[in-house]
């Protein structure tokens, strides 16, 4: 799944996206658990827009995504927003040439897209090999509870005045498998143009993100029930489970 055509419409899809407190809760984890954080990749970063946040934030930032389609649209938002951000086309199940990093994010399930636990134990290696010791590794996923209450089997549908897009959810064949169904409707001068994705993805439980962070040789693993740095209260079946990792 590259995300052809719908880079050109992604952040439409993604208008409601709150990359704010995102960027909130990033920052709040560097002051909490990071050591000099300045060096970031932002791992998956689709059109750019957490990787230029970051940027503005001071930080010196590189971004990585497998669509080229999608590093077009972030270059061009950098590049509006005079912001300097090292874009590299490349799989992050094969990431090399990263070295010494104070830290690295991958928002908006991307890590959920990586669905083999073979190819999730590798990327964690990959990830873990291009920090500083003590560097930083903050991700996001689904939750399975989300994943099975929430998404498969549901259809969810949007109508704007230039956009509409129908979007089916099937859930696959383990736990916390879902194959997302899209038809996108776009409207181009006169007519509407129809283009369709499936994407495919993966949740695991909490646990299993740990195993496979330690076997990849972080030392310690915190989780938080979505973007709030509460551990006294935390939610396993929260949309989503933000993941740290230290090296």
């Not at 709150?18 to 998956?44: K, S």
């Not at 920090?131 to 929430?150: A, C, M, R």
Request: hydrophobic share 40%; proline share 2%.
């Amino acid at each position: 799944m590259a995300y052809q055509q719908l880079a050109h419409v992604y952040d439409a899809f993604m208008a409601d996206a709150p990359y704010e407190q995102f960027l909130d809760f990033t920052m709040n984890v560097f002051t909490e658990f990071g050591q000099d954080v300045h060096r970031i990749a932002d791992l998956g970063c689709g059109t750019g827009k957490m990787a230029v946040k970051l940027a503005e934030k001071g930080f010196s930032v590189t971004a990585i995504d497998y669509s080229a389609d999608m590093l077009t649209v972030a270059q061009q938002h950098a590049a509006e927003l005079k912001q300097v951000v090292q874009f590299i086309h490349q799989d992050l199940r094969e990431l090399e040439g990263l070295e010494g990093l104070d830290a690295a994010v991958s928002y908006f399930d991307v890590m959920n897209y990586i669905v083999s636990p073979v190819e999730i134990q590798e990327t964690f290696k990959h990830v873990e090999a291009s920090l500083k010791e003590g560097g930083l590794f903050l991700f996001d996923v689904h939750s399975v509870h989300q994943i099975e209450h929430h998404y498969a089997g549901e259809t969810f549908s949007v109508v704007e005045d230039d956009m509409a897009y129908i979007w089916f959810c099937e859930a696959g064949e383990e736990p916390g498998e879902v194959y997302h169904d899209l038809t996108f409707f776009v409207q181009n001068g006169s007519v509407y143009e129809r283009f369709e994705e499936c994407h495919h993805q993966h949740t695991y439980s909490i646990d299993f993100y740990k195993e496979k962070l330690l076997e990849a040789g972080f030392k310690k693993i915190i989780w938080f029930g979505g973007q709030a740095l509460n551990l006294e209260n935390r939610n396993q079946d929260a949309p989503k489970i933000s993941i740290l990792a230290i090296k």
